[in-house]
């Protein structure tokens, strides 16, 4: 009886995997931006903007990662929140990924704007 239940909640628990950033990205981003910046200026600041965002009874935090195909990510602890930057011919785009869209999400999306 013991091991079908520890069978039936780890089965459970299989189920609730958060998605990676890989799988995220196979879905269209919330929102694609332009800017005349380039990538490296616009995830620096992006990058600033997320540490310092004030969410619950801290800061978010974000990380700054160089892609193996150009350009940028940042992205929150935790990966829910995150926004790949690319140098294209006027400038960068920056294509912003969210698991979720509600409030938190919607201030991450605002302070990407403030950098463009």
């Given at each position: 009886?013991?091991?079908?239940?520890?069978?039936?909640?780890?089965?459970?628990?299989?189920?609730?995997?958060?998605?990676?950033?890989?799988?995220?990205?196979?879905?269209?981003?919330?929102?694609?931006?332009?800017?005349?910046?380039?990538?490296?200026?616009?995830?620096?600041?992006v990058?600033?903007?997320?540490?310092?965002?004030?969410?619950?009874?801290?800061?978010?935090?974000?990380?700054?990662?160089?892609?193996?195909?150009?350009?940028?990510?940042?992205?929150?602890?935790?990966?829910?929140?995150?926004?790949?930057?690319?140098?294209?011919?006027?400038?960068?785009?920056?294509?912003?990924?969210?698991?979720?869209?509600?409030?938190?999400?919607?201030?991450?999306?605002?302070?990407l704007?403030?950098?463009?």
């Open positions: 009886m013991r091991s079908s239940i520890g069978l039936l909640s780890l089965a459970l628990l299989a189920g609730c995997t958060t998605p990676t950033m890989d799988e995220i990205r196979q879905e269209e981003p919330r929102m694609v931006l332009h800017s005349k910046k380039t990538d490296k200026v616009i995830a620096d600041c990058q600033r903007a997320w540490q310092d965002l004030p969410v619950f009874e801290g800061s978010a935090g974000a990380t700054q990662e160089l892609n193996s195909n150009g350009g940028y990510t940042v992205a929150t602890v935790g990966e829910a929140y995150f926004v790949d930057i690319q140098a294209d011919t006027d400038g960068s785009v920056a294509k912003y990924y969210a698991m979720t869209y509600r409030w938190i999400s919607k201030k991450h999306l605002a302070a704007q403030s950098c463009l």
